[in-house]
C-alpha cells in the first residue's frame, strides 16, 4: 500500500538535545512538507521541498533543520534551539503537477520535552 | 489576526442531525478551498475540494464556497458517529502552491 510512513509516533525528549524524526513516502511524489500542529492552532508549515536537494522555509522554520537527498524520505531535526517543541508533527506530501491542495499526510510524531 | 479563522468547538450533534462548520478568511488571493478530516492522533484526510466560488457535493458532504465574503462552508448530512472527528479547512492561493494555510480545526461530536 502507497503511504507516509513517520517514526517514531512517540519521543520523548530532554531539554537541550536535538531529535530527528523521519519520514517516508512511497507515492513517487515530488514535493513533502512539515507541520506542527497545536491545540486551537491548526497546523503550521515548517519546511517545504517541492525537489530533491531542494527545500524552503516555511511560516515557523526557527529551531527546525531538514534534509532532502532522497525523494522518498524528508528528515525534520528539531534542534535545543526550539524554544518549544512539544507537539505533534506531521508530514505530508503532495504531486506537483497539479495544484488540487490534497496532501497525503501521515499519522504523525507526537513530541515531548521533559 | 490570523488567516483563515475558524470556531475550534466543539460542536456535539445527534446522530442524524445536520453538521455545519465554516471558516472565514481574510486573503482575497485564496481561489482553492479545502475540507481535512482529522481523527484523533491521526494525519488529516482530504475530504472535500473546491476551486473558486461555488458548490461541491459528494455522497453526505457539501461544501460551499463564498468569495465574495470570504466565507467557506461544510455541510454533512444524516450525521452518523463515525463523523466524529476534526474538521479542518484549508486553503491556498495560485501563486503559492502547495503551501496551505490552515484552519485552527472544529471538533465534532456526533451523538448515538
Known amino acids: 500500500d502507497g503511504g507516509i510512513t513517520q517514526s517514531p509516533k512517540y519521543l520523548f525528549r530532554k531539554e537541550g538535545q536535538n531529535v530527528t524524526l523521519s519520514c517516508e513516502q512511497n507515492?513517487?511524489?515530488?514535493?513533502m512538507y512539515w507541520y506542527r500542529q497545536d491545540p486551537g492552532q491548526g497546523l503550521r508549515l515548517i519546511y517545504y521541498s517541492q525537489i530533491v536537494n531542494d527545500f524552503q522555509k516555511g511560516d515557523i522554520a526557527e529551531g527546525y533543520s531538514v534534509s532532502r537527498e532522497k525523494k522518498e524520505s524528508f528528515p525534520l531535526t528539531v534542534t535545543s534551539a526550539q524554544k518549544n517543541p512539544t507537539a505533534f508533527y506531521l508530514c505530508?506530501?503532495?504531486?506537483?503537477?497539479?495544484?488540487?491542495?490534497?496532501?497525503?499526510f501521515g499519522e504523525g510524531s507526537r513530541l515531548t520535552v521533559l | 489576526q490570523k488567516e483563515v479563522e475558524q470556531d475550534p468547538g466543539p460542536l456535539s450533534v445527534p446522530e442524524g442531525a445536520i453538521v455545519s462548520l465554516n471558516c472565514t478568511y481574510s486573503n482575497s488571493a485564496f481561489q482553492y478551498f479545502m475540507w481535512y478530516r482529522q481523527y484523533s492522533r491521526k494525519g488529516p484526510e482530504l475530504l472535500m475540494y473546491t476551486y473558486s466560488s461555488g458548490n461541491k457535493e459528494d455522497g453526505r458532504f457539501t461544501a460551499q464556497v463564498d468569495k465574495s465574503s470570504k466565507y467557506i462552508s461544510l455541510f454533512i448530512r444524516d450525521s452518523q458517529p463515525s463523523d466524529s472527528a476534526t474538521y479542518l479547512c484549508?486553503?491556498?492561493?495560485?501563486?503559492?502552491?502547495?503551501?496551505?494555510?490552515f484552519g485552527a480545526g472544529t471538533q465534532v461530536v456526533v451523538t448515538p
Open positions: 507515492l513517487n511524489h515530488d514535493a
Open positions: 505530508a506530501s503532495s504531486r506537483t503537477e497539479v495544484n488540487t491542495g490534497e496532501l497525503f
Open positions: 484549508a486553503m491556498s492561493a495560485s501563486d503559492s502552491w502547495g503551501k496551505l494555510q
